[in-house]
């Protein structure tokens, strides 16, 4: 099967996440979204460790693109917090648990499929080739093993 997209991300971590709500604010449609599992990539791992990081700096992240403020706004609900206002009701200016990062990465995955499932394919794998060809307008090809 051979399915053309304007952009492939691989990685569902902060750094793919981000590259996704930056991509859909700039109309580029559609994705591809390569990941084994979609789960905030390896901060689980770390959910124990204090982080170092500026709570601050999390919400700047978590409310950096168009597409994730949307994502935000469609979450609330009357009398339940969502993980950006838990980490907004911190000391903006310490550190905070990273499991409230992991927290805030899953709500914003879990946004980008339930808002976007139509400009986004999520592809749940682990890439093993990928290649940028010279002709067919420099198109990607990439090889996915589920």
């Not at 604010?25 to 591809?32: E, K, S």
């Not at 310490?94 to 990465?105: E, K, R, S, Y």
């Not at 682990?126 to 093993?145: E, M, R």
């Amino acid at each position: 099967m051979s399915v053309n997209f304007q952009a492939v991300v691989i990685g569902a971590g902060p750094a793919g996440v981000c590259v996704i709500g930056e991509l859909l604010d700039l109309g580029v449609r559609p994705i591809a979204w390569v990941d084994p599992l979609f789960e905030a990539g390896r901060l689980p791992r770390y959910v124990a460790v204090p982080s170092n990081t500026h709570t601050s700096l999390f919400g700047r992240y978590a409310t950096s693109t168009a597409t994730f403020r949307a994502i935000w706004e469609k979450q609330r609900q009357p009398g339940k917090q969502t993980s950006l206002e838990v980490l907004e009701d911190l000391q903006q200016d310490a550190g905070c648990p990273l499991h409230l990062a992991v927290d805030l990465l899953r709500d914003l995955t879990e946004g980008l499929k339930r808002y976007h499932q139509d400009e986004v394919s999520f592809i749940a794998g682990t890439v093993t080739y990928i290649s940028q060809g010279v002709g067919d307008a420099g198109l990607w090809k990439v090889s996915v093993k589920n």
